[in-house]
């Protein structure tokens, strides 16, 4: 370390008129070692102090963080003021730190029970993780589930203003760990307190990676709903002023308190901006990018409406979703046959891959192939293997939107006479879903394709919309807005 550069300012709890906690070195430069913990120990820095820090590329200004236990000893880690964002700067790099005071994070929001108001619908929320009930952990770095539904009352309490609100965490998993045996409990815990016939509307709190997974599943495993169901989550961790937790959050409390509907939704972000949500039909939705709030899409097909602060502006014409009738009552069916795959066709695909599969003892295969629903003919003879094997196959087509077509070309034709039956429009993810639960119910060929070709609630559609595919929502309300008042 340069000793010229840096000027040891402090011993002892004091740093320029800055006054800090004892000295607790276990504590103060938690996760640093090293020249960055040299660079602190010089400089009277600690963990959580507010600090400006002059680099050769500029200031920083900003938290110290703790560091990841398992990170590097050549950058120190700050959480910025003008943005929250966290940033790692070089050590070598900083020129001067000057510390300006002490903040210590509590990352605890404390539970807080939801008011009663006798006037307001009921709503339950029902905590399974993920981002939107998440906190940085300091410990690895890393986002980990940490609020429980309760607590999200506490980081938001516009929630009271919309509807009387009770809680249940049923487990705190990130959604990649969620699969059937989640659904399952989900899908009991919803018809549970449907059935109590004490809510207006349930709201499912979730990690978004394989948020659409679950509400297919959903939409399969509690059928005949009387109100509405609200798969919601977040892109952004509640710790940064990007987050979309807040926001989501209340447009699907909104929509599960009042909204004019009878089925498994997703609610996330509509555009970048924090303007509305969308209402996405859980069996036409899939996250379509990492790391944008507005990740959600409907794909071939609309969403069922618009949701604001304001209320609802439905994209669906009225006789194309289902209505909120509360004199339904819900039909729960969470058998599930665990194996089935999913098979992404894609160029040189070598047999021994199905045959692994029918060696293993999958039920069912869900092929999304290119194009039209094809893939290469040396895969033909393993598909006739696994066919005769009793394995039930179909056909989704890769690119996402558009049809199956297996009558237009030879190579599809002579994959149906193999026995692959094809999904038209199905989404992949969502024909791995209902095949599990397809197989939960009967392994009889003829029925399995019944079930598989016949629509529980939009997994399959007639057409698509014609502006669809261009437009992708079903309309650009910002863009109705600038002409509207911008006459040419």
Request: aromatic share 10%.
């Amino acid at each position: 370390m340069n000793e010229t550069t840096f000027e040891i300012k402090a011993t002892g709890s004091v740093v320029e008129g800055v006054t800090l906690p004892d000295l607790d070195p276990a504590e103060d430069y938690k996760g640093y070692r090293g020249y960055s913990r040299a660079v602190l120990e010089a400089t009277g820095a600690r963990v959580w102090c507010e600090v400006k820090a002059t680099t050769d590329q500029g200031d920083f200004v900003g938290i110290l963080l703790p560091r990841s236990e398992t990170a590097d000893d050549k950058h120190l880690v700050m959480k910025l003021t003008y943005n929250g964002y966290n940033v790692g700067i070089k050590s070598e790099s900083i020129q001067h730190i000057e510390v300006l005071g002490y903040r210590k994070a509590n990352y605890k929001i404390p539970e807080k029970e939801f008011p009663k108001d006798p006037v307001k619908p009921n709503v339950i929320l029902l905590g399974t993780g993920g981002t939107i009930a998440s906190r940085l952990d300091y410990r690895t770095g890393a986002v980990i589930p940490a609020f429980s539904p309760g607590e999200l009352y506490g980081a938001v309490p516009e929630l009271a203003d919309i509807a009387n609100m009770n809680t249940k965490k049923i487990f705190g998993e990130f959604s990649e760990n969620i699969g059937p045996m989640h659904w399952k409990k989900v899908a009991e815990a919803v018809a549970a307190e449907i059935e109590t016939g004490n809510v207006n509307g349930v709201v499912v709190g979730h990690g978004t990676d394989t948020m659409h997974y679950t509400a297919a599943a959903l939409t399969f495993m509690v059928q005949n709903l009387p109100c509405p169901v609200v798969v919601v989550g977040s892109q952004r961790s509640s710790d940064r002023p990007s987050s979309d937790a807040a926001f989501n959050l209340l447009r699907a409390v909104k929509t599960a308190a009042e909204g004019d509907f009878g089925e498994v939704m997703v609610c996330m972000y509509g555009p970048t901006s924090d303007s509305y949500g969308l209402l996405h039909r859980g069996t036409r939705v899939r996250k379509m990018h990492s790391s944008y709030r507005s990740t959600f899409r409907t794909l071939s097909d609309t969403p069922i409406a618009r949701v604001s602060q304001d209320g609802f502006v439905p994209i669906k014409e009225e006789d194309a979703f289902i209505h909120r009738d509360m004199s339904r009552k819900p039909v729960l069916n969470t058998a599930f046959e665990e194996k089935v795959t999913l098979l992404w066709y894609y160029p040189n695909m070598q047999a021994d891959i199905v045959d692994a599969m029918v060696d293993a003892g999958y039920k069912g295969i869900v092929i999304a192939g290119t194009g039209l629903g094809h893939v290469n003919r040396p895969l033909f003879p393993a598909l006739r293997r696994a066919v005769k094997a009793g394995v039930h196959i179909f056909m989704t087509v890769q690119t996402l939107w558009g049809y199956v077509q297996m009558y237009v070309y030879d190579t599809g034709r002579d994959i149906m006479e193999i026995g692959v039956t094809p999904l038209a429009n199905m989404l992949p993810e969502v024909a791995y879903v209902k095949l599990g639960w397809v197989l939960g119910q009967t392994q009889e060929p003829a029925e399995v394709r019944r079930m598989m070709t016949t629509p529980v609630n939009g997994e399959i559609t007639e057409r698509e919309p014609f502006d669809g595919y261009l437009v992708f929502q079903g309309g650009l309300p910002e863009l109705e807005d600038y002409f509207k008042y911008h006459q040419v």
